[in-house]
């Protein structure tokens, strides 16, 4: 599947794509299978900061998405996610965002990030979370990133389908790594290690 990168518009690249989900306009990439139109992936703004947050929040609240209970300030937000992998999926409001932040400061893990991709409660099962992460996936290969990391609740069975679909692997399980509402909580680990650099 030939397409033209987000970050480099014009220029070809491959990407690992549901020919269903992903098409290009301009240079901006755009999904066809959800809302009978499109919706644009492109990078997030300071603007889109209440919207980004309130989809956070809504998340948090199901219980099933993050040990945190309480969506960040835009302030603490913005520190902790590093600026060039921040993207949102948007059609009439954004409807779904991802995020990386690196994992550790030390040289060895430059090329290694956490993210975290959280989608509207309206735009579930849509192909949001999917056409984020692909486009995910684009931006950290192209800035030399080799290995995309996170940590998902097994109650959370949507979540770990949709990694598995964008070729992110179980490597561990965290057995009651923490207390959470009371509860003590299992972490599965997964991560997608690029093929495309070595």
């Given amino acids: 599947m030939k397409g033209k990168s987000i970050l480099n518009a014009g220029r070809d690249v491959t990407i690992p794509s549901d020919p269903r989900t992903l098409a290009y306009r301009g240079n901006r990439l755009?999904?066809?299978a959800a809302y009978r139109g499109r919706m644009?992936?492109?990078p997030m703004t300071v603007a889109d900061a209440d919207?980004?947050?309130a989809i956070y929040q809504a998340g948090l609240d199901t219980g099933n998405s993050s040990f945190d209970t309480t969506a960040p300030d835009w302030a603490a937000f913005d520190?902790?996610?590093l600026t060039g992998h921040r993207l949102v999926a948007e059609k009439d409001g954004i409807l779904g965002?991802?995020?990386v932040r690196q994992v550790s400061p030390r040289?060895?893990?430059r090329g290694v990030v956490e993210h975290s991709v959280y989608v509207a409660p309206q735009a579930q099962g849509q192909g949001v979370g999917k056409a984020l992460l692909y486009a995910l996936i684009e931006s950290t290969e192209a800035a030399g990133i080799w290995t995309i990391q996170s940590g998902i609740f097994p109650?959370?069975?949507a979540s770990l389908a949709l990694h598995e679909s964008c070729g992110f692997r179980v490597v561990g399980v965290r057995e009651r790594i923490a207390n959470h509402f009371g509860t003590w909580r299992d972490d599965i680990m997964v991560e997608r290690r690029s093929p495309l650099i070595n």
Avoid: G
Wanted: hydrophobic residues 50%.
């Fill in 155 to 157: 109650e959370n069975k």
């Fill in 97 to 99: 965002w991802v995020a």
């Fill in 51 to 53: 919207e980004v947050l």
């Fill in 40 to 42: 644009l992936i492109r």
């Fill in 107 to 109: 040289l060895v893990y």
């Fill in 30 to 32: 755009e999904t066809r």
């Fill in 79 to 81: 520190a902790s996610r």
